[in-house]
Antibody, heavy 113, light 107 residues
Framework: DVQLVESGGGWVQPGESLRLSCAAS????????MTWVRQAPGKGLEWVAN????????SYVDSVKGRFTISRDNAKNSLYLQMNSLRVEDTAVYYC??????WGQGTLVTVSS | DIQMTQSPSSLSASVGERVTITCQAS??????LNWYQQKAGKAPNLLIY???NLETGVPSRFSGSGFGTDFIFTISSLQPEDIGTYYC?????????FGPGTKVEIK
């Protein structure tokens, strides 16, 4: 079975950084695009970023461009999201997903002073 | 960016009743439309992909139709376990965008 497990969430102050990880198993990780989606408390879903199988193509939603970086390590079956210059409005549960049939349980990022 | 709208924003229906949710895209997305169910505190679960294809393991009471800009999601006979929020999502153009969701409750 496909399994995606996120980690790395927590509480940070505005302007600080955080790195999320997603450990993948149960499928050939290196053969699939991967994506991050977030959900602010009580709000809807927002696509954040995605990355091609070999990492050669990356795309981001405008609100995180220049601050967030998606990456992957196919040897470790892992997906990452480096989040810099965090803002209060980045507070959300962050899900990693194999588009679009498999999702992790999410990790909560709270940005607050 | 492609804007996705959904209606209604919430609904309450009886067990066994037919439920319909509509989703409209601000521009042609062909059939690149997914439907998800999200239960409280859980990750979204893919129900329908490419507008009308039932994801493996999803009960047949769920269905989808549409092409272009107008899409419909149907639960043919609402069950108690179907409570949650339903989202449509276009994956035709970046940024991929979701509808605002429809909260489904049991009357």
């Amino acid at each position: 079975d496909v399994q995606l497990v996120e980690s790395g969430g927590g509480w940070v102050q505005p302007g600080e950084s955080l790195r999320l990880s997603c450990a993948a198993s149960g499928f050939t990780f290196s053969s699939d695009w991967m994506t991050w989606v977030r959900q602010a408390p009580g709000k809807g879903l927002e696509w954040v970023a995605n990355i091609k199988e070999d990492g050669s193509e990356k795309s981001y939603v405008d609100s995180v461009k220049g601050r967030f970086t998606i990456s992957r390590d196919n040897a470790k079956n892992s997906l990452y999201l480096q989040m810099n210059s965090l803002r209060v409005e980045d507070t959300a549960v962050y899900y990693c997903a194999r588009p679009w049939d498999s999702w992790g349980q999410g990790t909560l990022v709270t940005v607050s002073s | 960016d492609i804007q996705m709208t959904q209606s209604p924003s919430s609904l309450s229906a009886s067990v066994g009743e037919r439920v319909t949710i509509t989703c409209q895209a601000s521009q042609d997305i062909k059939y690149y439309l997914n439907w998800y169910q999200q239960k409280a505190g859980k990750a979204p679960n893919l129900l329908i992909y490419d507008a009308s294809n039932l994801e493996t393991g999803v009960p047949s009471r769920f269905s989808g139709s549409g092409f272009g800009t107008d899409f419909i999601f149907t639960i043919s006979s609402l069950q108690p376990e179907d409570i949650g929020t339903y989202y449509c999502q276009q994956n035709d153009n970046l940024p991929f965008t979701f509808g605002p969701g429809t909260k489904v409750e049991i009357k």
